[in-house]
């Protein structure tokens, strides 16, 4: 193990992978939130998750602990793994939840103005950050099972 700890469960294993998915979706969303000032959707999403990937690839050695290290080989697993959840899956279901089913953000967009915690919130805000949720969702389950018992195995 990398780590002199004791050999984890897979429930504390989600526990931390959920933590360190906290920051990194923080990261991401900050980035992804700055980018759409400027840029569309897409290539915002590819900016921000590029750089969230940086942060994650270290990260996750700590809640996975390999048995060996091998960096090159577990880097090159994770940018397949990591590059078809963010470049392939995210951006297919932001495309998607913007272009083909939009209702999940007419939801939020409705919800929210209901609740009405901020006059700032436009609707343009809350649907790129809902695509953007749903998306991370979608990624973060593929994550977790190909990091698990590919990657970091």
Do not use: H
């Not at 389950?141 to 018992?149: G, P, T």
Request: positive net charge; aromatic residues 16%.
């Amino acid at each position: 193990m990398l780590l002199d700890i004791t050999y984890q469960s897979i429930t504390w294993q989600v526990v931390l992978f959920s933590f360190v998915g906290a920051i990194n979706t923080a990261i991401d969303f900050i980035i992804y939130n700055l980018l759409t000032k400027k840029m569309p959707r897409i290539p915002s999403n590819i900016c921000s998750t590029s750089i969230a990937m940086a942060f994650s690839f270290s990260a996750n050695f700590f809640v996975f602990q390999p048995t060996a290290l091998n960096t090159y080989d577990q880097a090159t697993k994770f940018i397949l793994v990591t590059a078809t959840s963010l470049y392939i899956i995210q951006n297919l279901a932001i495309y998607i939840t913007t272009n083909i089913w939009n209702s999940p953000s007419r939801t939020a967009y409705t919800l929210i103005n209901k609740i009405n915690p901020t006059k700032n919130w436009s609707e343009s805000f809350i649907s790129k950050n809902t695509v953007k949720l749903i998306a991370t969702g979608c990624s973060l389950i593929w994550n977790f099972l190909w990091y698990r018992f590919y990657v970091y195995q």
